[in-house]
């Protein structure tokens, strides 16, 4: 005797945030895409922001190395908020806890919100866009970047992503006003 499959019955109807995710993340992967999404991502997390503040300090003279120190300052001090104080807070779930999804990269331990590649790169982004306001849609455009390659790789939900990012713009805008203060 067979019996037939029944999906349970949903409680809530699926948000807006999950819809998002699986069209983001349900786009192609493949090994060479994957890398080149992976390489973004990676130096969206601090260290790629870090090394654009300091190619500015040695390219540009003091306007360049004020906004290589603010640029370093936002994207590193955002991390360490995101990281050791919020993040604790919410301790959301990642996307693939307790879901067959593929994840491109390590599967991390620490809660999803916010993301902190996101509020990184947008920290930074918004400290470049203060001192260099012509680089603007690049910055802006590699920030998105980062953060839609975050859901890509499965590592983040969208909302996570618009968190984080929105954290990055004001600690971005809070840097950028302290140092040309001064």
């Given at each position: 005797m067979q019996t037939s499959s029944v999906d349970p019955p949903r409680l809530l109807p699926e948000t807006v945030d999950r819809r998002l995710y699986r069209a983001i993340h349900g786009l192609p992967h493949s090994?060479?895409?994957?890398?080149?999404?992976?390489?973004?991502?990676?130096?969206?997390?601090g260290l790629g922001w870090v090394a654009a503040?300091?190619?500015?300090?040695?390219?540009?003279?003091?306007?360049g190395r004020r906004a290589g120190a603010?640029?370093?300052?936002?994207?590193l001090g955002t991390t360490y908020?995101?990281?050791?104080?919020?993040?604790?807070?919410?301790?959301?779930?990642?996307?693939?806890?307790?879901?067959?999804?593929?994840v491109v990269g390590l599967r991390t331990a620490d809660a999803s919100f916010p993301s902190g590649h996101s509020a990184s790169s947008f920290a930074a982004a918004t400290t470049l866009a203060t001192f260099y306001p012509?680089?603007?849609p690049l910055v802006f455009a590699l920030a998105t970047g980062v953060g839609v390659s975050r859901v890509h790789l499965g590592h983040h939900?969208?909302?996570?992503?618009?968190?984080?990012?929105?954290?990055?713009?004001?600690?971005?805008?809070?840097?950028?006003w302290l140092v040309r203060r001064t």
């Open positions: 090994p060479l895409g994957d890398r080149y999404v992976t390489t973004l991502s990676d130096l969206g997390e503040g300091v190619a500015l300090a040695w390219l540009d003279g003091g306007r603010a640029t370093t300052v936002a994207a908020l995101v990281q050791r104080m919020i993040k604790p807070v919410f301790r959301r779930r990642r996307p693939w806890v307790d879901r067959d999804v593929v012509k680089a603007s939900f969208p909302s996570d992503v618009v968190a984080g990012g929105l954290l990055g713009i004001a600690t971005g805008t809070l840097v950028s």
